[in-house]
């Protein structure tokens, strides 16, 4: 049975579903797709502007009763470490020498203030 939707009821429900993440909007994209688009992840889509493979996934786990496993942490940009290593310990091996000059330089710059007679007084 596919119910119509009016604009004021589709912002609505978009609204709610954009304030949700993962297993909850999948399960409430579902609830929907079943109650207004017949459980067609394509209705859902067009009439929501949902993505239809999240309808479809949430579809299954509303059928199964079983939750998808999420995996954000797999996405985005890698550590320069984990993709890289040599390039890793290149950076390491100038930063610390980075540190070491710096502290050269300024024991250089403290000898030099001790032989010229100390720091000036305040």
């Known amino acids: 049975m596919v119910v119509?939707?009016?604009?004021d009821m589709r912002e609505t429900i978009r609204s709610a579903a954009a304030k949700l993440t993962g297993y909850r909007r999948r399960q409430f994209q579902a609830e929907m797709a079943v109650k207004y688009c017949d459980s067609s992840p394509r209705r859902a889509?067009?009439?929501?502007?949902?993505?239809?493979?999240?309808?479809?996934?949430?579809?299954?786990?509303?059928?199964?009763g079983i939750r998808c496993v999420e995996r954000f942490q797999e996405r985005g940009r890698k550590k320069t470490e984990d993709v890289a290593p040599a390039i890793a310990?290149?950076?390491?091996?100038?930063?610390?020498?980075?540190?070491?000059?710096?502290?050269?330089?300024?024991?250089?710059a403290a000898s030099q203030a001790f032989s010229a007679g100390g720091f000036p007084k305040r």
């Open 4 to 7: 119509r939707v009016t604009p």
């Open 45 to 64: 889509e067009k009439v929501f502007g949902w993505a239809r493979d999240s309808v479809r996934t949430g579809l299954h786990e509303h059928r199964t």
């Open 89 to 108: 310990a290149a950076n390491l091996i100038r930063d610390v020498e980075a540190v070491a000059r710096g502290a050269q330089e300024a024991a250089g």
